[in-house]
């Protein structure tokens, strides 16, 4: 009898630690599970943080570019802001321009983007932070290459979805990259196409600007034999309409401005 009750009670406290064990083990898994989901979110956040900071310096860079272009030998340095859940890159032949199809340009983008895991955006999302439709009015989700009002932003800047370029995957990515701009004065036709070169750089510390030069190539046609002109701007991720060939033309002027970019 004494010897039942002997094991009653051992049975009774290897029972005890057992449920002690998957207390403080469910306990532990809790915890994890915890700590898992406070550090996505933590990191989900602090890539929506980075992504305005990335903005907020881009939308600088823009303003610059349209106030030094015509300004050949400026030279202007940036800092780049601290954003640690995206990395800020380029992207070569980013847009292909032509002109009356025999004059061909390229031009890069500076981008930033964010891991997928981090901060992820629909496919085919488009948010336009600065840009405009062709006649210069503001639209969020719709942006003009080519545009035909001269005070509409030149340089655009606009945020896209998950996409994959060049090989890397981004849940989002903001994307700084030229347009152009078509004025026609009674038959004189100017095209001022912006155009940034890329010097690719391992480096991430400061981005370094130069307005390199401008260039203008002239076609001359006349009242007996005028010009038909005829744009396209195609960029990575726009979809935008081209606009119609402009015919009687007496004279086209291209203005091509030149940036180089790189990273030090």
Avoid: H
Wanted: charged share 10%; proline share 6%.
């Amino acid at each position: 009898m004494e010897r039942w009750k002997n094991t009653n009670r051992s049975r009774k406290g290897q029972n005890e630690v057992v449920t002690t064990v998957i207390l403080i083990a469910v306990v532990l898994v809790l915890a994890a599970v915890f700590i898992i989901i406070s550090m996505i979110n933590f990191g989900k956040a602090s890539a929506s943080t980075s992504l305005s900071l990335a903005e907020s310096f881009m939308t600088d860079v823009a303003d610059d570019i349209e106030a030094s272009m015509y300004n050949p030998g400026t030279v202007l340095v940036y800092p780049l802001p601290n954003t640690q859940y995206g990395m800020f890159n380029f992207i070569n032949n980013y847009c292909t321009i032509n002109v009356n199809g025999i004059i061909t340009y390229y031009s890069g983008a500076l981008i930033y983007g964010t891991p997928p895991n981090y901060a992820s955006l629909p496919s085919g999302y488009i948010q336009v932070i600065r840009g405009s439709t062709s006649n210069g009015a503001y639209n969020i989700t719709s942006e003009s290459t080519v545009i035909q009002n001269a005070a509409a932003p030149l340089i655009s800047i606009v945020q896209y979805g998950t996409s994959t370029i060049n090989g890397v995957s981004y849940g989002t990515y903001i994307a700084l990259f030229p347009r152009v701009l078509v004025i026609n004065e009674s038959g004189n036709v100017y095209v001022y196409v912006p155009i940034i070169k890329v010097i690719p750089s391992g480096l991430r510390n400061e981005l370094v600007m130069n307005i390199t030069g401008i260039a203008v190539n002239t076609i001359t046609g006349s009242p007996t034999s005028p010009l038909t002109v005829s744009i396209t701007d195609n960029c990575i991720g726009v979809s935008s309409p081209q606009p119609q060939p402009i015919s009687n033309v007496l004279s086209l002027r291209v203005i091509v401005i030149n940036v180089t970019m790189t990273f030090r």
